[in-house]
């Protein structure tokens, strides 16, 4: 089953060039794999009241084309690529604006039991089936991303509060899109754009907590961890940035 959505891009989305990429495609994606399961009746909207169960995204995946300006609609596109599902559900992405690909990518979200604090598998919620699509994509597998702070750069320091929790009360996830484009400058971002970016989601932040973010560049990727105060790590990225071209 395919999901798709036309959608006009907001200024409140931009980057400081005044267009959309990273931090707006990445909420985009997010919404339209949200909504495709909210389309089904089994979204976060339902599923926590009725199975004590809510999905929780744990990895992200993207790769950037170009940035969107606020000019025309947006195409986005969500499905469920065919394999197995058990406890562990990956949805392929793609936005597009007049047929030219902007940004492709994939996200992994899991079902976790609030009270059990424990992953469970989809027959838990009654998660339907037949659902798959069998749809030609390029985009590569999931990476396994170093966790070790050696060699690492501390960038700075975020303390959780009440605008970063979500609805089951830990730190929403793609906050840490932004304390991660945070651990550069803004002449960073003048030279230089995102093109790829992989983020993996590793323990729960929550209110009150503090957490430090740490950055290092080897042969063109970057990779950024944030760690508890104990060290504790509890995301990782790792993206690759290219020099600035004009904007088309």
């Not at 994939?106 to 749809?135: D, Q, T, W």
């Not at 702070?149 to 996830?173: P, Q, W």
Request: aromatic share 12%; net charge negative.
């Amino acid at each position: 089953m395919f999901f798709e959505k036309d959608y006009f891009p907001q200024f409140r989305e931009a980057d400081r060039d005044g267009y959309v990429g990273l931090r707006g495609y990445m909420n985009y994606f997010q919404d339209i794999a949200t909504h495709y399961m909210h389309n089904l009746h089994k979204g976060n909207d339902t599923i926590l009241d009725e199975y004590g169960i809510a999905w929780m995204f744990t990895k992200y995946k993207m790769h950037i084309s170009r940035k969107a300006d606020f000019t025309k609609e947006l195409h986005m596109e969500t499905w469920i690529p065919e394999g197995k599902l058990s406890g562990i559900v990956h949805q392929n992405l793609l936005i597009s604006r007049n047929g030219e690909e902007c940004a492709r990518g994939c996200v992994e979200s899991c079902l976790y039991h609030m009270s059990k604090n424990k992953l469970v598998r989809l027959k838990e919620i009654e998660f339907p089936e037949g659902l798959a699509e069998n749809r030609e994509f390029d985009i590569r597998s999931f990476e396994k991303l170093p966790v070790g702070l050696d060699g690492m750069e501390y960038a700075h320091t975020h303390r959780v509060k009440y605008t970063d929790l979500d609805k089951v009360g830990h730190m929403t996830n793609l906050k840490y899109v932004d304390l991660f484009l945070n651990a550069f400058g803004s002449k960073f971002f003048e030279k230089f754009r995102i093109k790829e970016f992989e983020l993996h989601f590793l323990n729960q932040c929550f209110e009150g907590e503090t957490i430090h973010v740490y950055k290092k560049t080897e042969l063109g990727r970057t990779s950024l961890l944030a760690v508890h105060e104990n060290k504790l790590p509890c995301a990782v990225a790792s993206m690759v940035a290219e020099e600035q071209k004009e904007q088309q």
